[in-house]
Nanobody, 121 residues
Framework: QVRLVESGGGLVQPGGSLRLSCAASGSIFSINAMGWYRQAPGKKRELVAGITSGGSTNYGDSVKGRFTISRDNAKNTVILQMNSLKPEDTAVYYC???????????????WGQGTQVTVSS
């Protein structure tokens, strides 16, 4: 069974930084892409950043220039470095992975439990 475990969320002041980590584990055959989405109360889930197995990255418009996504393929881990945080970044951040479970052999999306990021004075 595939598991995604997020860490690094918390409370930070505007202008501060946080580093989120997501590690995928379990019966993983291959990972196509990993990324982060977020959802604030009353708003739809939106893409924050994603990275493919080949290293191509994609960022939501609201975080470009402030957030950086990276990966450690050997550890099946994706990192989101968040700088210059704003109150509007407050949301639950969910790790996502598109991967193949060797017990399924189909590419599917998997989600972590979510980690709260709160940006407030």
């Amino acid at each position: 069974q595939v598991r995604l475990v997020e860490s690094g969320g918390g409370l930070v002041q505007p202008g501060g930084s946080l580093r989120l980590s997501c590690a995928a584990s379990g019966s993983i055959f291959s990972i196509n892409a990993m990324g982060w989405y977020r959802q604030a109360p009353g708003k739809k889930r939106e893409l924050v950043a994603g990275i493919t197995s080949g290293g191509s990255t994609n960022y939501g418009d609201s975080v470009k220039g402030r957030f950086t996504i990276s990966r450690d393929n050997a550890k099946n881990t994706v990192i989101l470095q968040m700088n210059s945080l704003k109150p509007e970044d407050t949301a639950v951040y969910y790790c996502n992975a598109n991967l193949v479970d060797y017990r399924d052999l189909r590419a599917n999306d998997y989600w972590g439990q979510g980690t709260q990021v709160t940006v407030s004075s």
